[in-house]
């Protein structure tokens, strides 16, 4: 199996900062696209910024200049950094990456658990 444990998620006011980490373990061979995703109370979960195994990056519009997505590859942890947070970034944070779990299988996606993050004063 896969693991993934999130962690960095909290209270913060507006304007400040977190980062969340969120670290694979487990039957992994190859881990391709990592991302992080957001969702609200009775809202769909949204893409908030993806790293592919080429580094290439892409972040949903809302976040853009405000949040950096990386990825070390020796560690099986994706990261993603928030600065100037705003209210509107309140949400539950979900990782998901990519993986093979064997030379020449199928990819299958992961999540993680969800970490709450809170942007209020």
């Known amino acids: 199996q896969v693991q993934l444990v999130e962690s960095g998620g909290g209270l913060v006011q507006p304007g400040g900062s977190l980062r969340l980490s969120c670290a694979a373990s487990?039957?992994?061979?190859?881990?391709?696209?990592m991302g992080w995703y957001r969702q609200t109370p009775g809202k769909q979960r949204d893409l908030v910024a993806a790293?592919?195994?080429?580094?290439?990056?892409n972040y949903a519009d809302s976040v853009k200049g405000r949040f950096t997505i990386s990825r070390d590859n020796a560690k099986n942890t994706v990261y993603l950094q928030m600065n100037s947070l705003k209210p509107e970034d309140t949400a539950v944070y979900y990782c998901?990456?990519?993986?093979?779990?064997?030379?020449?299988?199928?990819?299958?996606?992961?999540w993680g658990q969800g970490t709450q993050v809170t942007v209020s004063s």
């Open positions: 998901k990456i990519v993986v093979t779990r064997a030379a020449g299988t199928l990819r299958n996606s992961y």
């Open positions: 487990g039957s992994i061979f190859n881990i391709y696209t």
């Open positions: 790293i592919t195994s080429g580094d290439s990056t």
